[in-house]
C-alpha cells in the first residue's frame, strides 16, 4: 500500500512538469532577465535562526540552521542544509502527539544533501535532496486526567528523500519520512513513554503543490498519508490514514520569512501552527538580493528543503488493568510484576528502568 501510494505521488509530481506552458505565457525567462544571474554571485551560504509551534505529531520549538553550497555550476548546485533545534514542552493540556504532552527540553537534528538545476531558458528549477532527522522526545502528563508513572524519553530517527521542482508561477514537492533505528519502519515497536501510553515515528508520504501569489506570497496545498508501528496486543489507536494540509507563506523581507499552516486527519484532526525563519548572508549586494527575490525559480536554489520534523503519533495501552493506581503501587509492581495479574504477559508496561 505505502509502496503504491508513493509511486503514485511520485507521478503526480512528474505531471506538474507540464506547468511550463503556463509560466511561459507571461513571458520568457529572457524577458524577465533571469539568463543574465550568475549563479555564482547570487547562491551563497546561508545561516540563522527558525521556529515553529506545536503540530500534527510536531513540537514547538527554535534553533539554528544553514545553507551552505559546495559546488555551483552554471546552471546547477550542490548544497547542504543542516537544522538543529530545542524542542520544547506541549501548551498545558494540549498534546502535539495525542493523550501525553510532550515536556521539554531536547534536541532535534535534520541535515539535507541535495542537487539542484535548472532547465535550459531558466523557467524551472528541479531538485532532490536527501537526508536524516533525529529527535529525542521527553513526555509529560496526559490530557485526559490519567496519572502515568515512568515516564520515558525515547529516541526516534528517520531518513528523508524529496524530488522537487519550480517555476516562478508554480511549484510541486514529494516526500517520503521513514522512520529507522529501534523504532523504525517494519521494526513493530511502539516506544513506551510511560506506565500507560506508547508512542511510534510516523510513515509519512505526500505531495504538496505551492502556487506563487506573489514575489512575496505564495500558497500551498498538500496530501499526506501516515502510518506507524503496531503493537494491537498492548496498543491501540495508531496514527494512520490520509490528511490534507495548507499554508500560507510571507517574505516579510529579503531574510525573514514567515508562515502559517493548517492540517487535518483523523488523528490528530485540526491542527494550526505558524513559524518564522530568519537567514542571514546570500547574494553579497542588497541589489542582488533585491533581483532574487524577484526571481522564485533562482531564490528556489537556496531555499531551505522542507519537511523535516520528526512526526510522532501517540497510542494507549489496550489492556484493561486496574493496577497499579499509584506510585506505591507502581513501586511493589516494580518490585513482583507478576502481582499485576492483568496486566501479564505484559508487565513490562509498569517496569522502572534501572
Same mark, same amino acid.
Given at each position: 500500500?505505502?509502496?503504491?501510494?508513493?509511486l503514485?505521488?511520485?507521478?503526480?509530481?512528474?505531471?506538474?512538469?507540464?506547468?511550463?506552458?503556463?509560466?511561459?505565457?507571461?513571458?520568457?525567462?529572457?524577458?524577465?532577465?533571469?539568463?543574465?544571474?550568475?549563479?555564482?554571485?547570487?547562491?551563497?551560504?546561508?545561516?540563522?535562526?527558525?521556529?515553529?509551534?506545536?503540530?500534527?505529531?510536531?513540537?514547538?520549538?527554535?534553533?539554528?540552521?544553514?545553507?551552505?553550497?559546495? $559546488?555551483?555550476?552554471?546552471?546547477?548546485?550542490?548544497?547542504?542544509?543542516?537544522?538543529?533545534?530545542?524542542?520544547?514542552?506541549? @501548551?498545558?493540556?494540549?498534546?502535539?502527539?495525542?493523550? #501525553?504532552?510532550?515536556?521539554?527540553?531536547?534536541? $532535534?537534528?535534520?541535515?539535507?544533501?541535495?542537487? *539542484?538545476?535548472?532547465?535550459?531558458?531558466?523557467?524551472?528549477?528541479?531538485?532532490?535532496?536527501a537526508?536524516?532527522?533525529?529527535?529525542?522526545?521527553?513526555?509529560?502528563?496526559?490530557?485526559?486526567?490519567?496519572?502515568?508513572?515512568?515516564?520515558? #524519553?525515547?529516541?526516534?530517527?528517520q531518513?528523508?528523500?524529496?524530488?522537487?521542482?519550480?517555476?516562478?508561477?508554480?511549484?510541486?514537492?514529494?516526500?517520503?519520512?521513514?522512520?529507522?533505528?529501534?523504532?523504525?519502519?517494519?521494526?513493530?515497536?511502539?516506544?513506551?513513554?510511560?506506565? $500507560?501510553?506508547?508512542?511510534?515515528?510516523?510513515?509519512?508520504?505526500?505531495?504538496?503543490?505551492?502556487?506563487?501569489?506573489?514575489?512575496?506570497?505564495?500558497?500551498?496545498?498538500? @496530501?499526506?498519508?501516515?502510518?506507524?508501528?503496531?503493537?494491537?496486543?498492548?496498543?491501540?489507536?495508531?496514527?494512520?490514514?490520509?490528511?490534507v494540509?495548507a499554508?500560507?507563506?510571507?517574505?516579510?523581507?529579503?531574510?525573514?520569512?514567515?508562515g502559517?499552516?493548517?492540517?487535518?486527519?483523523?488523528?490528530?484532526? $485540526?491542527?494550526?501552527?505558524?513559524?518564522?525563519?530568519?537567514r542571514?548572508?546570500?547574494?553579497?549586494? #542588497?541589489?542582488?538580493?533585491?533581483?532574487?527575490?524577484?526571481?522564485?525559480?533562482?531564490?528556489?536554489?537556496?531555499? #531551505?528543503?522542507?519537511?523535516?520534523?520528526v512526526?510522532?503519533?501517540?497510542?494507549?495501552?489496550?489492556?484493561?488493568?486496574?493496577?497499579?493506581?499509584?506510585?506505591?503501587?507502581?513501586?511493589?509492581?516494580?518490585?513482583?510484576?507478576?502481582?499485576?495479574?492483568?496486566?501479564?504477559?505484559?508487565p513490562?508496561?509498569?517496569? *522502572?528502568?534501572?
Amino acid at each position: 500500500m505505502l509502496r503504491r501510494l508513493s509511486l503514485g505521488l511520485l507521478a503526480s509530481a512528474i505531471s506538474v512538469a507540464s506547468l511550463p506552458a503556463i509560466a511561459q505565457e507571461d513571458g520568457s525567462a529572457d524577458d524577465l532577465g533571469v539568463m543574465s544571474i550568475s549563479l555564482a554571485d547570487v547562491v551563497k551560504p546561508t545561516l540563522g535562526f527558525q521556529g515553529a509551534l506545536q503540530g500534527a505529531g510536531t513540537p514547538n520549538q527554535a534553533g539554528i540552521g544553514g545553507f551552505l553550497p559546495l $559546488s555551483v555550476g552554471d546552471n546547477s548546485v550542490w548544497f547542504v542544509d543542516v537544522l538543529a533545534n530545542a524542542n520544547f514542552a506541549d @501548551y498545558e493540556s494540549y498534546s502535539s502527539i495525542g493523550q #501525553t504532552t510532550v515536556a521539554g527540553t531536547t534536541i $532535534s537534528t535534520s541535515t539535507r544533501l541535495g542537487y *539542484r538545476w535548472l532547465n535550459g531558458d531558466r523557467s524551472w528549477m528541479y531538485g532532490i535532496n536527501a537526508g536524516y532527522d533525529s529527535r529525542p522526545m521527553a513526555t509529560g502528563a496526559t490530557t485526559n486526567g490519567i496519572e502515568v508513572f515512568n515516564s520515558q #524519553t525515547p529516541f526516534f530517527q528517520q531518513v528523508a528523500v524529496n524530488a522537487e521542482l519550480q517555476s516562478n508561477q508554480w511549484g510541486a514537492n514529494v516526500y517520503g519520512l521513514i522512520p529507522v533505528g529501534e523504532y523504525g519502519y517494519g521494526s513493530d515497536n511502539v516506544a513506551l513513554i510511560n506506565s $500507560s501510553f506508547g508512542a511510534e515515528p510516523l510513515t509519512t508520504v505526500g505531495l504538496d503543490v505551492n502556487y506563487n501569489i506573489s514575489n512575496s506570497l505564495s500558497l500551498l496545498a498538500g @496530501y499526506y498519508y501516515q502510518t506507524c508501528e503496531k503493537d494491537p496486543e498492548v496498543f491501540e489507536n495508531y496514527a494512520e490514514g490520509s490528511g490534507v494540509k495548507a499554508r500560507l507563506e510571507y517574505d516579510i523581507s529579503n531574510q525573514l520569512q514567515a508562515g502559517v499552516g493548517y492540517s487535518y486527519d483523523e488523528n490528530f484532526e $485540526s491542527r494550526v501552527t505558524a513559524d518564522l525563519k530568519l537567514r542571514f548572508g546570500g547574494p553579497k549586494t #542588497t541589489a542582488m538580493r533585491n533581483e532574487v527575490q524577484q526571481q522564485p525559480v533562482i531564490k528556489a536554489l537556496t531555499a #531551505t528543503p522542507s519537511n523535516r520534523d520528526v512526526r510522532v503519533g501517540n497510542s494507549d495501552t489496550s489492556i484493561d488493568c486496574n493496577f497499579p493506581r499509584s506510585e506505591e503501587q507502581f513501586n511493589q509492581c516494580n518490585r513482583n510484576p507478576i502481582l499485576c495479574n492483568q496486566c501479564n504477559p505484559n508487565p513490562i508496561l509498569f517496569r *522502572r528502568d534501572g
